[in-house]
């Protein structure tokens, strides 16, 4: 039974750049939620999508937006990157956004 | 807003020693709350959920305590071992929202 998984692991951008990040959910999730992670803090809630719309967003600017696909993977997209954005990018998946919420092993972005 | 602390922020203990890691949170209209694990630059590892109806759980050497009207939460570890070492993470879900709000850490340190 596959857990939540993220491409790439590692990725280096410059200031401008544009990214995308993906996720795949535990099997029989429906649920995909992003989360930012800065060095030394803890996590911090961008968004939520399920069914394909987003439910949920953070207090995060429009820059970051992203997609879920019919078979509930999940695009993370960010553009115009700032140093600021430089974190470990993190994917969880539930079932109907309820429950029990499980983690990938994060996507680290360096921003140059 | 619902904030999330968590005390201390960092734990040195020698191995086989019994430990408590404290999380306090301002808003007890919480839904569940959930303890995860982060070793250094991965993803977070559940260790155990605890929905608001319920007073504990209890995985192995980790017992995990809810007190919804004092706002505090426990993780009690039995016997540490060195492979304990790691940031422990506490975080709510409120009824509303089903988004995880997370505290800063625990960085324990197992010594053997």
């Known amino acids: 039974d596959a857990g939540v998984t993220q491409s790439p692991t590692h990725l280096i951008k410059t200031r401008g750049q544009q990214v995308t990040l993906r996720c795949s959910p535990k099997s029989g999730h429906d649920t995909v939620s992003w989360y930012q992670q800065a060095l030394g803090q803890g996590p911090q809630f961008i968004f939520q999508y399920y069914e394909e719309e987003e439910r949920q967003r953070g207090n995060f600017p429009d820059r970051f937006s992203g997609h879920q696909f019919p078979n509930y993977s999940s695009e993370l997209n960010v553009n115009a990157l700032l140093l600021g954005d430089s974190a470990l990018y993190l994917c969880a998946s539930s079932f109907q956004g309820a429950g029990e919420l499980f983690f990938g092993e994060g996507s680290r972005l360096t921003v140059l | 807003k619902q904030e999330v602390t968590q005390i201390p922020a960092a734990l040195s203990v020698p191995e086989g020693e019994n430990l408590v890691l404290n999380c306090s949170f301002t808003d007890s209209a919480i839904y569940n709350l959930q303890w995860f694990r982060q070793d250094p630059g991965k993803g977070l590892t559940s260790l155990l959920l605890?929905?608001?109806?319920?007073r504990e759980q209890t995985s192995g050497r980790l017992n995990a305590s809810l007190d919804k009207s004092s706002g505090r939460s426990t993780l009690y570890i039995a016997a540490s071992q060195p492979g304990d070492s790691a940031t422990y993470l506490c975080?709510?879900?409120?009824?509303?929202?089903?988004?995880?709000?997370f505290g800063t850490g625990t960085l324990l340190a197992v010594q053997p």
């Open positions: 975080a709510v879900i409120g009824g509303a929202t089903n988004k995880l709000i």
């Open positions: 605890i929905q608001s109806s319920q």
